[in-house]
C-alpha cells in the first residue's frame, strides 16, 4: 500500500461527499458540470423504472460526462468518482423536491413509514469503470403537520433526494435506520473503499 493519500476527481456538487473523503484521508478536486451541461436532466426517471436501475444509470451517465469533462477541458488524467443517491418509497422514487410545498408533500409520505435510500457510486480509472451499490432502510417517526413545517422552513430538504439531509436536522425525525449510515449521507464508506482498492487506491 502506497504512503501517499489517495488523489481523485469528485465529480459531484455535495458537500458531503467531499467531507466523508477528507476524512478518509482523501485529496479531491471537483470536477463539476460546466454552465451549459444539462446535469439535471440525466435524472429524469424512465417509466416503470425500478429504483436500483435508475440510481445505477444516472451514477454511471454522469460519470461517463465526467470522463468526458475531464477530457474536454485538457486536465491531468486521473480517477474519477461519481455518486447518487435515490429515495425509493417501494417502487416509487421520491426524488429532489422542486418547491417548500413539494418537500412537505414528501415528508407526508414519509412519516411514519419505513423506505429505502439507495446509493450508487462509480470509478472511472485507467479505461475501467467500477461500479457498487448500498442498500438501506430508513423508518421516520409519524410527523406532525408542524414538525414537517418547521423542517421545511429550515431550508434543508433543498436538493436533496427524499427533501432530507439525515447528517442534519432529519435526524432528529429518525426512529431506526438499517444499512449505510455515510451510503444514506451520499458516499457509503464500504463500497467506496472497494471501489477504490478495486482501482489500487487502497484507503486502509
Same mark, same amino acid.
Given at each position: ?24 484521508? +482523501? ?17 429524469? +426517471? &424512465? ?9 445505477? &444509470? ?13 477530457? &474536454?477541458?485538457?486536465?491531468?488524467? /486521473? ?26 408533500? #414528501?415528508? &407526508? ?16 480509472? =485507467? ?40 447528517? /442534519?436536522?432529519? /435526524?432528529?425525525? #429518525?426512529?431506526? #435506520? ?15 473503499? =472497494?471501489?477504490?482498492? =478495486? ?6
Amino acid at each position: 500500500m502506497s504512503t501517499n493519500p489517495p488523489w481523485l476527481y469528485l465529480a459531484s456538487q455535495s458537500p458531503r461527499r467531499r467531507q466523508l473523503l477528507e476524512q478518509w484521508g +482523501v485529496r479531491c478536486e471537483l470536477l463539476l458540470p460546466d454552465p451549459q451541461e444539462d446535469a439535471e436532466g440525466l435524472e429524469v +426517471v &424512465r417509466p416503470n423504472e425500478a429504483p436500483a436501475t435508475y440510481v445505477k &444509470r444516472v451514477t454511471r451517465l454522469k460519470l461517463l460526462h465526467a470522463v468526458e469533462r475531464l477530457q &474536454r477541458r485538457g486536465l491531468p488524467d /486521473g480517477p474519477v468518482l461519481c455518486a447518487d443517491t435515490t429515495v425509493a418509497l417501494g417502487r416509487q422514487i421520491l426524488g429532489k423536491p422542486e418547491s417548500p410545498e413539494h418537500a412537505a408533500q #414528501i415528508l &407526508r409520505q414519509l412519516s411514519g413509514q419505513r423506505h429505502q435510500v439507495l446509493t450508487a457510486v462509480a470509478l472511472a480509472h =485507467q479505461g475501467q469503470i467500477h461500479q457498487g451499490l448500498s442498500r438501506s432502510t430508513v423508518l421516520f417517526a409519524p410527523l406532525s403537520e408542524a414538525r414537517i413545517a418547521h423542517y421545511v422552513a429550515s431550508g434543508e430538504p433543498v436538493g436533496k433526494a427524499g427533501a432530507y439531509g439525515i447528517q /442534519g436536522l432529519a /435526524g432528529l425525525l #429518525i426512529e431506526r #435506520i438499517s444499512g449505510s449510515y455515510t451510503g444514506i449521507m451520499g458516499l457509503p464508506a464500504y463500497e467506496t473503499a =472497494q471501489l477504490l482498492a =478495486q482501482a489500487g487506491l487502497e484507503l486502509i
